[in-house]
């Protein structure tokens, strides 16, 4: 065998044009579909990457009635649920996907918060628990995060993101301390908060843009959630994140957290509707449901790879037509060779040795095209992404899946010539001219 | 005996014309003879050797070596024969012009499926009796034609077969290289090998033992038939 492999190599090397000419089908058919699979592999995983994010992979559980997420300061129904609970978090906390719970409320006030004369229109209020932050993966950039103290005794703090502290202290630098009016209250920043490693997805069009950067635009205002209803007037419901075991846990850590939220407001809902009936298509249109980020990313992703197959099945006939190329060439060679063949048969060689040599040359001819192949497409992704701004990544399943699948190639087509010359007749081939 | 032919009959189908090559041949050979098959270009000699070469089928006749009848035998056992029996030796040396002296020496015993060491060894020893050691990695094209014809004599040896046929074996040498191997045809001889030999040439027949002469597909034997006249047909 290896001696056939060397054979091969010296039989290639010998005929360096022709065996080019021969590997080029086999080389452009790989090429083409490496090239298209790194291309679309890349796209899928910024698409993967954009939704979930790299790092920060948390799952929000929020509070929908109907098809729209819950509006806060709207006083129907949503008031009227249970609020989130100690005991309620460990039950989410006990689910095997499921590292790391916290409860927030999501508000916005459109006349905003004030300093001094600058006054910041529509702002996003997040009432948070102590664990929040951590879940979340925001750091301390300035001052500091909200202690148990503050919380008791209902201490009108207020932390900012980054953003929101740009915004509402232009330019100024020392703000910590410092006093902002909200509903014609006053607060005290007492700290800055930034999201760590937060992913920066690549934004690409305007609707990237508004999925990922139009909400957060004004930045962040966090309070305690214990002084959310002098903000609101509402004891409003919670909405839940979780951090997942892993990536790959999302979409169950979201779904489970749901149900076990649905549950309890179910529960309840129940409950409520024992003393008055009236409540109860309003209860039950109010549901908890995880942003299933991965399932979106999946949905996506599975629209470019039915695509991507598509361009396969295109790409690989030229992978038929090198075949058949292939085949032509063994043919010749067979022809070439045939006083060598009746040569090898006088000294005893039998069918099955020659049979093999010329299979082998044939699978070693559309190998090393294969991996040829295999260099060019990747070659070609590179430039594709170049021109086309689109992400590569490289796919190893895809090269060793080409690379076999061209030595399937020069099997199955050099299958016919290697027959052929292992059926020569001895003293015909011998005596050939 | 080790050879045996009897009624041996071979035509060619020439569009609807049956051309015959051999005529009722009936040939035997010993053991350790020496023989020189003669005749004129068309004669049909090299379709007799092939025959006794196993590399070709009577139409009619049986054909014994070594006490097997070879015309029973299947692809694969006449294979074995080939590999195990018979050495070749032809006129245009046919050796691989890309692979190197030890290497084609080797590949009858690569065919036999000797290991790697052992095939080596064995070649070092067959190019070490036709007196080409020095030349072991050297390829075809890097030999004179002499040496060639002593490459693929030690290929057709390296299996210690009981037969040697060589087809002209000097038919493409210069006279001084055909006489080297001619020594070295008598040296195998003398340690035992059958040697059976085609040749137009009186003068290389004269090494055999014994002549066949062959004319229109039929045997003439015995030395005295060998007249002058075959000389002229070179």
Redesign the interface.
């Known amino acids: 065998m290896i001696?056939n492999i060397r054979l091969s190599f010296?039989?290639i090397w010998?005929h360096k044009m022709r065996s080019f000419l021969t590997m080029l089908g086999i080389i452009i058919g790989i090429a083409a579909i490496i090239a298209i699979v790194s291309t679309i592999k890349g796209t899928s995983e910024q698409i993967k990457d954009n939704l979930v994010g790299t790092s920060t992979n948390v799952v929000k559980v929020e509070l929908y009635q109907g098809d729209w997420g819950y509006k806060s300061g709207d006083s129907s129904g949503g008031n009227t649920l249970p609020v989130f609970n100690d005991s309620l978090k460990d039950e989410i906390l006990d689910l095997d996907e499921v590292t790391a719970v916290a409860s927030y409320r999501l508000g916005s006030l459109y006349s905003g918060a004030m300093y001094g004369d600058n006054a910041v229109n529509n702002t996003t209020f997040v009432g948070v628990d102590e664990d929040y932050f951590s879940v979340m993966g925001y750091s301390v950039k300035k001052g500091r995060l909200f202690t148990e103290h503050d919380r008791k005794n209902h201490n009108k703090f207020i932390i900012l993101d980054s953003v929101a502290a740009d915004t509402l202290f232009a330019g100024e630098k020392d703000y910590i301390g410092k006093t902002v009016i909200i509903k014609n209250d006053a607060y005290v920043v007492i700290g800055v908060v930034e999201q760590q490693d937060s992913f920066s997805p690549k934004v690409e069009n305007l609707n990237d843009w508004y999925t990922y950067y139009y909400n957060d635009a004004s930045g962040k205002y966090f309070v305690t959630d214990d002084i959310w209803p002098m903000l609101f007037g509402f004891d409003e419901p919670y909405n839940v994140v979780v951090k997942p075991r892993s990536t790959e846990d999302m979409t169950k850590a979201g779904r489970k957290t749901a149900d076990i939220l649905n549950n309890y407001i179910g529960a309840n809902n129940n409950a409520n509707n024992n003393d008055g009936n009236e409540d109860e298509s309003m209860g039950s249109s109010l549901k908890y449901r995880s942003e299933d980020l991965l399932e979106k990313a999946k949905a996506l992703q599975e629209v470019s790879a039915s695509t991507s197959k598509q361009l396969i099945w295109i790409a690989s006939i030229s992978l038929i037509v090198g075949g058949i190329g292939v085949m032509n060439i063994m043919l010749v060679s067979v022809t070439e060779r045939t006083?060598?063949i009746?040569?090898?048969?006088?000294?005893?060689?039998?069918?099955g040795?020659i049979l093999a040599q010329f299979l082998t040359e044939a699978a070693v001819l559309t190998s090393l095209g294969g991996m040829i192949g295999v260099g060019a497409g990747i070659g070609l992704a590179y430039i594709i992404s170049d021109v086309a701004k689109t992400p590569v990544a490289i796919s190893g399943a895809a090269i060793v899946v080409s690379v076999v699948f061209s030595m399937v190639i020069g099997i199955v087509f050099g299958f016919i010539p290697s027959v052929k010359a292992a059926n020569l007749n001895?003293?015909d081939a011998?005596r050939y001219e | 005996m080790l050879l045996e032919l009897k009624n041996i009959y071979k035509n060619y189908i020439q569009g609807n014309m049956d051309v015959p090559v051999l005529k009722n041949i009936n040939l035997s050979i010993e053991e350790g003879e020496y023989v020189a098959i003669m005749g004129p270009s068309g004669s049909g000699k090299s379709t007799l050797m092939?025959i006794i070469?196993c590399?070709?089928k009577p139409t009619a006749g049986t054909y014994f070596l070594d006490g097997q009848e070879i015309n029973t035998l299947k692809?694969?056992e006449l294979?074995?024969v080939?590999?195990?029996q018979i050495g070749?030796v032809?006129q245009t040396f046919?050796l691989?012009p890309?692979q190197t002296a030890l290497d084609n020496v080797g590949?009858?015993l690569?065919?036999?499926k000797v290991p790697k060491k052992e095939r080596k060894r064995m070649c070092l020893e067959a190019l070490d009796l036709v007196g080409l050691s020095d030349r072991v990695s050297f390829k075809p094209t890097q030999l004179s034609g002499g040496q060639k014809q002593r490459v693929a004599i030690a290929?057709a040896m390296v299996?210690q077969p009981k037969i040697l046929l060589a087809d002209e074996p000097t038919g493409a040498l210069d006279s001084k290289s055909g006489i080297q191997v001619m020594d070295l045809f008598r040296e195998l001889h003398e340690r035992g090998t059958t040697i059976i030999m085609i040749t137009h040439s009186d003068e290389i027949a004269s090494y055999a033992d014994r002549m066949v002469k062959i004319i229109d597909g039929e045997l003439i034997m015995g030395d005295e038939e060998a007249s002058g006249q075959e000389v002229q047909d070179e």
Do not use: H, T
């Open positions: 001696e010296q039989g010998a006083r060598e009746g040569l090898k048969k006088a000294l005893g060689a039998r069918k040795v001895p003293i011998l | 092939n070469g590399i070709d692809d694969r294979s074995f080939r590999n195990k070749f032809f046919n691989m890309r590949l009858p690569q065919y036999a290929r299996n």
